[in-house]
């Protein structure tokens, strides 16, 4: 059964459970951090931080609003990643879950261009140019448990389960704060697997919020790679 | 690459067919699922309190059952009644307590005025804090203010904390602190 995130960004209080939570199950080190004048720390993801709750300050209507995002990869259900690499190897969608998964073969790859192919600026790489992200902690999913991001959350604001389950939810939820904040919406929710809820318009959060050049669907270089796989394939199989 | 005509008329006839199923062509990535196994599949499960604030969170955590025992995660406990598995980010944080190579062994001491830190033992650093404060409480003790009231106080020393130590010991710190004429007694976490 394929799994999803819903993440309600209304009632996350930016604790940053889900952030060190997340280096805590990965035995990720901590990063050389600096004061920038906001609470978000570090300032990106990177190799060694798969999930950052990013915070923007925003005079909405009048008032400052004070809005979060617990940023992670949104493990789409068709991931450009993938297809750009073309190299299942080093970047496959596990059939169980849906999580999108690297391995240490994404070394190798174009960095620039699967992090380019990522309509949400996701991935990034290590100095050896070996690619890292969120992996859904597809070992805790596998054993019956929960993401370590989920698992943490003291608000309920990042929610785990069959994807069904969760597009359901996220719709109820989306109805009941839609009262509240008539903007508030659901950001794509039929590609991804993590699906967020955010009171405002999304580009208030982080630019990436929403997809970057999605509606037009794929780019013209994952299309031709697309059309060609079989071929490629064939070629791979004679060889 | 040859491709005879037979062979493209396949391949880009299968092409065709992926696109006309898919919208975008075939999801040629094999069809993969790997088995894992949990990195705390083997380990011991102690149940433990948070000991950073007052919410007082339970947690698991697991250590390993052959060596030294060192600790390999630290998460909520979904069985506590307080955060039934929840946990914020000092407590998802626990694990750094045990397992930290920044963690200080050994007291250190600055000198006044001195830019440099230094190793000292147990011993010198306890008599050292003990003979201080007794100077200090000793110069500054006031046994009655302006008015003539009772105070039997001193406010030279401070004493700031701690997060981390139980019921027990608080009652012990306060004890001490107030036998000293402390009056600033303060919790690290209201800072």
């Given at each position: 059964m394929s799994k999803s995130f819903f993440v309600d960004t209304t009632v996350c209080t930016a604790c940053r459970g889900c952030q060190v939570a997340c280096k805590q199950w990965h035995d990720l080190p901590a990063e050389t951090t600096q004061n920038?004048?906001?609470?978000?720390?570090?300032?990106?993801?990177?190799?060694?931080?798969?999930?950052?709750?990013?915070?923007?300050?925003?005079?909405?209507?009048?008032?400052?609003?004070?809005?979060?995002?617990?940023?992670q990869c949104r493990h789409c259900l068709e991931p450009p990643c993938r297809d750009t690499a073309g190299q299942p190897e080093?970047?496959?969608?596990?059939?169980?879950?849906?999580?999108?998964?690297?391995?240490?073969?994404?070394?190798?790859?174009?960095?620039?261009?699967?992090?380019?192919?990522?309509?949400?600026?996701i991935p990034r790489a290590s100095q050896d140019g070996t690619l890292a992200k969120c992996d859904m902690c597809v070992d805790r999913v596998k054993n019956g448990l929960q993401p370590a991001c989920v698992k943490t959350c003291p608000t309920g604001a990042m929610n785990f389960g069959d994807r069904e389950a969760m597009l359901a939810m996220a719709k109820k939820r989306l109805k009941e704060v839609q009262a509240k904040y008539p903007k508030a919406s659901l950001l794509d929710p039929e590609d991804v697997r993590v699906v967020y809820l955010t009171a405002f318009d999304p580009a208030l959060y982080h630019e990436f919020?929403?997809?970057?050049?999605?509606?037009?669907?794929i780019t013209r270089q994952v299309?031709?790679?697309?059309?060609?796989?079989?071929?490629?394939?064939?070629?791979?199989?004679?060889? | 690459m040859n491709v005879s005509r037979r062979e493209f008329i396949?391949?880009?006839?299968?092409?065709?067919?992926?696109?006309?199923?898919?919208?975008?062509?075939?999801?040629?990535?094999?069809?993969?699922?790997?088995?894992?196994?949990?990195?705390?599949?083997?380990?011991?499960?102690?149940?433990?309190?948070?000991?950073?604030?007052?919410?007082g969170c339970g947690a698991i955590v697991h250590t390993g059952k052959r060596g030294a025992g060192r600790v390999i995660n630290?998460?909520?406990d979904p069985d506590h009644v307080i955060n039934q598995g929840a946990l914020c980010s000092k407590g998802a944080s626990l694990k750094q307590l045990a397992e930290n190579e920044k963690r200080l062994l050994e007291p250190m001491y600055r000198a006044p005025n001195s830019d440099k830190w230094?190793?000292?033992?147990?011993?010198?650093?306890?008599?050292?804090?003990?003979?201080?404060?007794?100077a200090t409480r000793d110069a500054t003790f006031t046994a009655k203010n302006a008015?003539?009231?009772?105070?039997?106080?001193?406010?030279?020393?401070?004493?700031?904390?701690?997060?981390?130590?139980?019921?027990?010991?608080?009652?012990?710190?306060?004890?001490m602190m107030r036998a000293l004429g402390l009056v600033y007694i303060e919790h690290q976490a209201r800072i």
């Open positions: 920038r004048g906001s609470y978000q720390n570090p300032e990106d993801l990177s190799f060694d931080t798969y999930k950052l709750v990013r915070m923007k300050e925003r005079e909405i209507g009048g008032k400052l609003q004070w809005l979060f995002f617990p940023e080093a970047i496959y969608t596990d059939s169980a879950t849906g999580a999108v998964l690297y391995t240490a073969n994404t070394r190798g790859l174009n960095v620039k261009e699967i992090i380019e192919a990522c309509p949400y600026n919020a929403v997809a970057s050049g999605y509606a037009s669907g299309a031709l790679r697309k059309m060609a796989a079989p071929l490629t394939r064939w070629i791979r199989a004679l060889g | 396949q391949i880009t006839g299968a092409t065709a067919a992926g696109l006309a199923v898919s919208g975008l062509g075939f999801d040629l990535s094999p069809v993969k699922s790997r088995a894992q196994m949990l990195k705390t599949q083997y380990a011991r499960e102690t149940v433990t309190i948070c000991p950073y604030c007052a919410v630290i998460e909520g230094r190793t000292v033992s147990w011993d010198w650093a306890l008599n050292e804090i003990a003979k201080r404060v007794k008015k003539g009231q009772v105070v039997n106080r001193t406010t030279a020393i401070a004493s700031v904390g701690s997060a981390a130590i139980d019921n027990e010991e608080c009652w012990l710190l306060q004890a």
